[in-house]
């Protein structure tokens, strides 16, 4: 016969099992949830009222007129896709670079300290990134360019590659530790520099690995709503320069769910603007997951 | 490697081998430029912020409330309100996120099955946060019936940050060797006393450091409470340190900062400087905790 104790442990640990088992899936069910929820609160007026083609490919926003409410994201999505553009531009060629320089270039004592600062860089909150944008950087557009706002595309995407760079950094670097030791050994071997090991063999390596680094950059831009709601200038129009006032997708929810009644079609549309953008997200990490897959099974 | 380079010099250079080293010095320089051009921000940000925050920094000014339409005073009100949402979303998401973690680390095997679940922590990660909001607003506010609450936000809170938790106890649980594991298995213990005795406490300095983590961003974020459960203003006395309830609206720093540099004019220039100070100090402080515990920890590893 056991001891009590042992007997109500053996009891225990199928139940405990249970809860582990839950917790497990935990993540699964909070993805979905989260898809349910956001598309129940807009799928009255999805399936009723919107019209989707004005919906997709309409520069018109007028959500709260009177007489001529129309519900076009397409400058939105153009602001988003401006700024997420800028961004890349700047912090894909820094980043990866960056990569290269603390995975081949650096003594280790100087690598763990990058990675400390960019670690530090990932954790500087959005608001106060937005927070930046609104003042330091707006003064610093107004001077340098003479422009009239210094709330723009250019200022965004300035803000938005900070944030991104320290995640395309830090999966740019794994991606190029994933690269075994034997290709470097055999570069140099045959006489390579560093710098032609990096550019002959590490880069075409893990050139998959980079390009789900990039893409997770992407993501990341895209989906960030404080600094943009802070730093890009609050205005619905199709961006014709850096320097032109955009809003995005995000920013609008942020800036209009406050003051759209509960279950108004308004209120309705910008949760179809969340379900968009879910599913930005959703296909973005799945190439990326796909992509990087790809290089393991090589 | 950086041997070659001195060595080169004992031999008569060559022109492709002179090209060679010229490339390489040039190459090193960009990427090294490029490195540093990422933390100069770090750097710059946080003196400039200090700077203009200066006048207003003091102990006052995280003690006392905002006064006079949040024009003065201090943040006592969003301070403690962060506290509270960070404190409550820890409680709920630590224990799920710990769990999950051990699930897919010590019971699932390698499959399509982990890969999804996998794929599923990397997509609620990446979620943006306002879409986390619109979730939290459709699902416990209205949903559930908690109304706009501290309990409300938090628990939007906690599921933003569940993958932070999943993530650095799989890796803690990771380097736990499987040595230690079989030799418990084989003296008889089931996989949950192996758990809960062996890898368990093996673990808990990284768990820790992915806790830590977890309120860093559970502090800064403002999207995801912002239709939850944060509120513009709201009076609370001084210095009491229960004076939230859990099914009351609150303040919150990140959120104040939002609404006194945008949405209240005429706010004397260094009481948002002040806030963001404390915001980012608060945040940074707690990462560097994060980050010293690792380093302590790796330097007492004993195996």
């Not at chain 1, 200022?155 to 950094?169: D, E, F, H, T, Y």
């Amino acid at each position: 016969m056991l001891p009590i104790r042992h007997r109500l442990e053996n009891m225990a640990e199928p139940v405990i099992e249970l809860i582990i088992r839950l917790c497990g899936i935990s993540a699964i069910i909070f993805v979905f949830g989260i898809f349910f929820f956001v598309f129940r609160e807009g799928a009255s007026f999805f399936f009723t009222g919107l019209d989707l083609t004005e919906f997709l490919t309409s520069p018109e926003w007028f959500p709260s007129s009177v007489s001529n409410k129309r519900y076009g994201v397409l400058a939105l999505a153009a602001g988003t896709a401006s700024v997420t553009l800028l961004a890349m531009c700047i912090a894909v060629p820094f980043g990866i670079g960056a990569a290269i320089y603390v995975s081949e270039f650096c003594s280790p004592r100087l690598k763990e300290t990058f990675k400390i600062v960019i670690e530090l860089l990932a954790a500087i909150p959005s608001v106060v990134w937005g927070f930046i944008g609104l003042t330091i950087m707006n003064e610093l557009i107004i001077d340098l360019f003479d422009a009239p706002i210094g709330l723009n595309v250019l200022n965004g995407g300035l803000i938005l590659a900070l944030m991104s760079v320290p995640i395309i950094v830090s999966i740019g670097e794994d991606a190029l530790k994933a690269v075994p030791d034997s290709y470097r050994e055999a570069a140099v071997a045959l006489g390579a520099t560093r710098w032609q090991v990096v550019y002959r063999a590490l880069l075409p390596a893990a050139k998959n690995g980079l390009l789900a680094a990039t893409l997770l950059g992407v993501a990341r831009a895209v989906g960030e709503t404080m600094a943009v709601l802070m730093a890009t200038g609050h205005a619905v129009q199709m961006p014709g320069g850096l320097l032109d006032s955009v809003r995005t997708l995000t920013a609008t929810i942020a800036a209009e769910l406050g003051e759209a009644p509960v279950m108004s079609d308004h209120y309705q549309v910008l949760f179809i603007i969340g379900v968009l953008l879910f599913s930005i997200n959703f296909i973005v990490n799945l190439s990326a997951d796909l992509i990087v897959k790809g290089i393991r099974e090589e | 490697m950086t041997e070659t380079s001195h060595h080169q010099g004992t031999f008569t250079e060559t022109k492709p081998g002179r090209n060679k080293r010229i490339t390489e010095h040039i190459a090193g320089t960009i990427f090294f430029l490029m490195a540093l051009l990422m933390i100069a921000p770090l750097l710059m940000i946080v003196g400039y912020l200090l700077y203009k925050a200066a006048p207003v920094l003091s102990i006052d000014f995280l003690i006392s409330n905002p006064i006079r339409g949040m024009r003065e005073g201090g943040i006592w009100a969003p301070f403690l309100g962060t506290i509270y949402l960070v404190g409550i979303s820890l409680l709920i998401s630590t224990p799920v996120g710990v769990l999950a973690a051990v699930y897919l680390n010590e019971y699932a095997r390698e499959s399509w099955y982990t890969r999804i679940i996998n794929l599923a922590v990397v997509n609620l990660a990446g979620i943006p946060s306002i879409v986390h909001a619109l979730f939290g607003l459709g699902a416990f506010v209205l949903f559930a019936g908690i109304g706009r609450s501290i309990l409300a936000a938090s628990l939007t809170l906690a599921i933003m940050t569940l993958p932070v938790i999943i993530a650095s106890t799989k890796e803690a649980l990771r380097a736990v060797p499987t040595a230690f594991r079989e030799a418990c298995w084989n003296v008889g213990a089931t996989r949950w006393q192996t758990i809960r005795g062996i890898v368990l406490p093996n673990s808990f300095s990284g768990i820790l450091t992915g806790i830590i983590l977890q309120v860093s961003r559970a502090a800064g974020e403002t999207a995801p409470i912002m239709f939850t459960g944060a509120v513009f203003y709201k009076a609370i006395p001084e210095g009491d340190l229960f004076a939230y309830g859990l099914l009351e609206q609150c303040m919150a720093l990140s959120m104040h900062l939002y609404t006194i540099s945008t949405q209240v004019p005429n706010v004397p220039e260094a009481v948002p400087y002040g806030t963001a100070v404390v915001l980012l100090g608060t945040v940074l402080l707690v990462n560097s905790t994060a980050i010293i515990l690792r380093i302590y920890m790796r330097s007492r590893k004993r195996w």
